[in-house]
Nanobody, 122 residues
């Protein structure tokens, strides 16, 4: 059974950094794909970043140049390095795996973690 566990969230001031981790168990990276999503209160869940099966990386426009997604296959862990954080980055961040339908930023993933909260104060 696949389990995804996020960690690394917290409260920081604007301009600060956080590194999120998603530890995956029971999941093989040969399946496509893993991604980070976020959901702010009262808003829809949105795709933040993904690593495609060919290794290409996609970001939502609002985080380009500030966030970096990476994965360590040996540790079965997905990361999201977040720099230059802004108050509008405040959200619950979720890890998702095994995309079965749709584009990377849509919600067609078979597995989801429970999320880790990121709060950025001005």
């Amino acid at each position: 059974q696949v389990q995804l566990v996020e960690s690394g969230g917290g409260s920081v001031q604007a301009g600060g950094s956080l590194r999120l981790s998603c530890a995956a168990s029971g999941y093989t990276y040969s399946r496509c794909c893993m991604a980070w999503f976020r959901q702010a209160p009262g808003k829809a869940r949105e795709g933040v970043a993904t690593i495609e099966s060919d290794g290409s990386i996609m970001y939502t426009n609002s985080v380009k140049g500030r966030f970096t997604i990476s994965q360590d296959n040996a540790k079965n862990t997905l990361y999201l390095q977040m720099n230059s954080l802004k108050p509008e980055d405040t959200a619950m961040y979720y890890c998702a795996a095994d995309r079965y339908t749709g584009s990377w930023y849509e919600l067609g993933y078979a597995y989801w973690g429970r999320g880790t909260q990121v709060t950025v104060s001005s």
